[in-house]
Nanobody, 114 residues
Framework: QVQLVESGGGLVQAGGSLRLSCAASRSINVMGWYRQAPGNQRELVARIITGGNTNYADSVKGRFTISRDNAKNTVYLQMNSLKPEDTGVYFC???????????WGQGTQVTVSS
């Protein structure tokens, strides 16, 4: 079992920035962020594995940066140039390998106003 503590959501104007953090209770290989907008399915935003390889959704490439601090078992999502379409609940997800279901955080709301 892995416990996750998320922080960093909020309300920001378009063009602004936010930084999300997710601390895991133990070391785990794959750490990532998903988001879910009202009426939409949950979608992958970005993920990072222990060695540093990253994947991003096309819609956030060049604006969002995922990073991790392995000593703190924490993953970060720096979100810049935010757009109203980035609005949603952002969920941290960690898993032992990419195909596993893994563990989910409680979610943090990100709202971008136009």
């Amino acid at each position: 079992q892995v416990q996750l503590v998320e922080s960093g959501g909020g309300l920001v104007q378009a063009g602004g920035s936010l930084r999300l953090s997710c601390a895991a209770s133990r070391s785990i290989n794959v750490m990532g962020w998903y988001r879910q907008a009202p009426g939409n399915q949950r979608e992958l935003v970005a993920r990072i594995i222990t060695g540093g390889n990253t994947n991003y959704a096309d819609s956030v490439k060049g604006r969002f940066t995922i990073s991790r601090d392995n000593a703190k078992n924490t993953v970060y999502l720096q979100m810049n140039s935010l757009k109203p379409e980035d609005t949603g609940v952002y969920f941290c997800n960690v898993r032992t390998y990419i195909g596993a279901s893994g563990y989910w955080g409680q979610g943090t709301q990100v709202t971008v106003s136009s």
